[in-house]
């Protein structure tokens, strides 16, 4: 905020009422007051004589820091310069502010009080809708007075007083008012602080046309249990109806506001959206709420992050995560300058950002010739298995479908398991004896886990996994393992079918397998058994069924796979 500048409606000022605006910059204010009579008749005055409301932040120590023409809302101070503050505190800063009519703020003026966390907010409304003559000039006069703050009560956000007379309010003492207001904000946050590592999280969706009711509930959930995962704490979800995203915001401005208040009241330290966005679009977001802003990728590399185990896995994990990054550096630079204070500070903040930008495009490259090396390996792996005529199935599924848990299961491998989304992402190969349907005699097949799929896998994933994925494509055929227990199980084998028939190599032939039927009713079970009647039933964790898959598996290999 820059001394002595005016911000908001300045068409049509002179010079001598920008200067009287200007001259607002030296008034000092006592602390304990929230205004004082002469300060207040005196905005009073210049916005009679502009006909136009006027606003001034003042901070606890009586400075004026920011003037401005318009309302509340129009003289906001951005997000990005307001002080560092916590949901147990306010920011430090008052408004006081004209209004041309004789009627208390309305939710607009409110909202803007409390998306800038204002200690207080005063309202000075002017007799006579704005002005009256005197003496042939014009002169202003405070007809009545509002007061409103924050509460810390999740069913109120803010109160407003009564109208009240000049003197009652400048009567008020202010460092009373703030610090029983925050020491009531500190009970609350405590209070509601269950763990302070875990991000409290806002969670968005949006409803577009190309979506079902159903589609969009069932990603929501997919999301929070993401959110989750990562380690995060869903306080709130908003939803929001439009035919197609709004290309700036993703939401409308209106929303955005409502987001930014809802963060600020339930004292949100991350914004989760449940679909991608595209870098100016976080920009723009954060810009106006003020907190970091994140996407469902973001979500999902950041389990992947936390849950690769193997050097490989972390490899890709890396190669994915810089992909990602790399077109959202755009304009960090103006981030980086405004840190050196403005004019001469802009080339170092561009020359760094350019030098950021060169170093993750040579370690992408490093990162991709090591994924290329990891390919190669695999397959020279998968090529000793062919030459000692060992077929091999890849199980696959959506995440959390319970792959691990079978293979451990059919073959004692000990893999991570847990009721989480992307358990385990490195790949676990082991053998298993099963029975040929001919001859009867006893053969080894090789059974691979796989990275889990979801509903719209980022591309910069399927790109990064290519070495994991290969083993669906290479595989001699695939076990596609459901998770019956799942309400949009039917949605989810959709998905994973979606993903098979992308891949640039056509897997081979693929037994499905519904898992957890200890979970399910009996209608559920009857319904999938007619919908699929080639498909096998069991349940990996409480080994019911397990002999059958393995009867199913070997005539899966005997008849499809052998020649």
Request: charged share 20%; net charge neutral.
């Amino acid at each position: 905020m820059s001394i002595e500048t005016i911000y908001g409606q300045l068409q049509g000022l002179k010079p001598n009422q920008l200067k009287q605006l200007q001259r607002l910059y030296h008034q000092r204010l006592p602390g304990d007051c929230l205004a004082t009579p002469e300060f207040a008749q005196r905005l009073a005055a210049i916005s009679t004589e502009i006909s136009q409301p006027v606003c001034a932040y003042i901070n606890r120590r009586g400075q004026v820091i920011r003037v401005g023409v318009g309302t509340v809302r129009q003289t906001q101070i951005p997000p990005s310069e307001l002080p560092r503050y916590g949901a147990e505190r306010l920011s430090g800063i008052r408004c006081i502010a004209t209004q041309l009519k004789l009627e208390a703020p309305n939710e607009s003026t409110l909202t803007a009080m409390a998306l800038q966390r204002l200690d207080a907010l005063v309202i000075l409304t002017l007799s006579g809708g704005g002005f009256e003559r005197r003496g042939g000039g014009a002169s202003g006069y405070v007809k009545e007075t509002y007061l409103a703050h924050l509460v810390p009560h999740p069913e109120a956000t803010w109160t407003v007083s009564p109208p009240l007379s000049l003197e009652t309010l400048t009567q008020q003492n202010f460092l009373e008012l703030t610090e029983s207001l925050e020491e009531e904000f500190r009970r609350e946050f405590v209070a509601q602080q269950v763990d302070v590592d875990r991000d409290r999280v806002l969670l968005v969706g949006l409803m577009t046309d190309r979506a079902s009711a159903q589609r969009f509930q069932d990603g929501l959930v997919e999301v929070s249990r993401l959110v989750e995962t990562a380690g995060g704490e869903v306080l709130q979800v908003l939803r929001q109806k439009r035919s197609s995203p709004h290309p700036q915001t993703v939401v409308g401005e209106g929303k955005v506001q409502e987001i930014a208040l809802a963060a600020q009241t339930i004292g949100a330290t991350l914004i989760v959206f449940d679909r991608d966005l595209s870098p100016a679009q976080v920009r723009n977001l954060e810009l106006q709420i003020g907190i970091r802003v994140v996407d469902r990728t973001e979500v999902i590399l950041d389990i992947f992050a936390q849950r690769a185990q193997s050097g490989a896995g972390k490899l890709q994990v890396e190669l994915a995560q810089l992909e990602y990054m790399l077109p959202r550096l755009a304009g960090r630079g103006r981030a980086m300058s405004r840190l050196g204070g403005g004019i001469g500070t802009r080339g170092p903040g561009e020359t760094k950002l350019e030098t950021e930008r060169r170093a993750i495009q040579r370690r992408i490259t490093r990162l991709q010739q090591e994924v290329n090396q990891l390919q190669a390996h695999r397959s020279r792996l998968r090529q000793q298995r062919q030459h000692q005529d060992v077929p091999s199935i890849a199980i696959v599924g959506y995440t959390n479908a319970g792959k691990s848990t079978l293979l451990n299961a059919l073959t004692h491998a000990e893999v991570y398991t847990a009721d989480q989304l992307f358990a385990t992402l490195d790949p676990t190969t082991r053998r298993l004896a099963i029975t040929d349907p001919k001859t009867q005699a006893q053969m080894a097949i090789v059974m691979t886990d796989t990275v889990g799929f979801i509903h719209d896998l980022p591309p910069s994933l399927v790109d990064a996994f290519r070495a994991t994925l290969e083993e669906v494509t290479e595989a001699d055929a695939l076990l596609h393992v459901v998770d019956l227990s799942h309400p949009a199980w039917q949605s989810q084998i959709r998905a994973v079918m979606k993903i098979l028939t992308e891949m640039p190599i056509t897997p081979g032939p693929a037994l499905l397998a519904f898992n957890k039927i200890d979970q399910v009713d009996s209608d559920t079970l009857a319904f999938a058994q007619e919908e699929f009647p080639q498909a096998v039933f069991f349940s990996a964790s409480e080994r019911l069924g397990l002999e059958t898959l393995r009867q199913r598996l070997a005539h899966l290999v005997y008849y499809a796979v052998l020649p």
